[in-house]
């Protein structure tokens, strides 16, 4: 009987509360054309992510002016670069030792990739704000 008085209790005391939080309201348009072809495009890669046109356009724009550098790069493009600089780091530390007749050591080698990792995002970044300076998406 205890435990039914307490499940009650539970149940009675303490209601679910939840607020909706609305979007902003969208008010203002923006429109282009397009061709044909790239009309086809938009509508298949909307179709394979499950959105409408309007949805695919409207996500595509925002993910760009988000971007922290304000040059249009995704969070993909920044961690991938950020991991093929790492691993350049990396390649270029440890062919230089060997090419020099040196041998790596377990520590050595994970000296240098704590390195890579630390800078690597830094160096990534600067590659894609050059790239985006002298007019080449990065």
């Known amino acids: 009987m205890a435990v039914a008085v307490a499940v009650s209790f539970l149940e009675f005391s303490s209601p679910w509360r939840c607020c909706v939080v609305k979007p902003p309201l969208r008010?203002?348009?923006?429109?282009?054309?397009?061709?044909?072809?790239?009309?086809?495009?938009l509508e298949a890669l909307a179709s394979a992510r499950g959105q409408s046109i309007s949805e695919l356009i409207r996500s595509v724009l925002l993910e760009q002016i988000a971007s922290p550098n304000g040059h249009g790069h995704t969070a993909a493009e920044q961690t991938l670069l950020a991991e093929v600089v790492g691993l350049r780091t990396i390649l270029l530390n440890l062919f230089f030792k060997l090419a020099s007749g040196e041998r790596i050591t377990a520590e050595e080698m994970r000296a240098v990739i704590e390195r890579a990792d630390a800078d690597k995002l830094k160096k990534a970044q600067a590659r894609l704000e050059q790239a985006a300076g002298?007019?080449?998406?990065?």
């Open 27 to 41: 008010t203002k348009s923006l429109g282009t054309k397009v061709s044909e072809g790239e009309y086809a495009r």
């Open 134 to 138: 002298s007019g080449v998406k990065g």
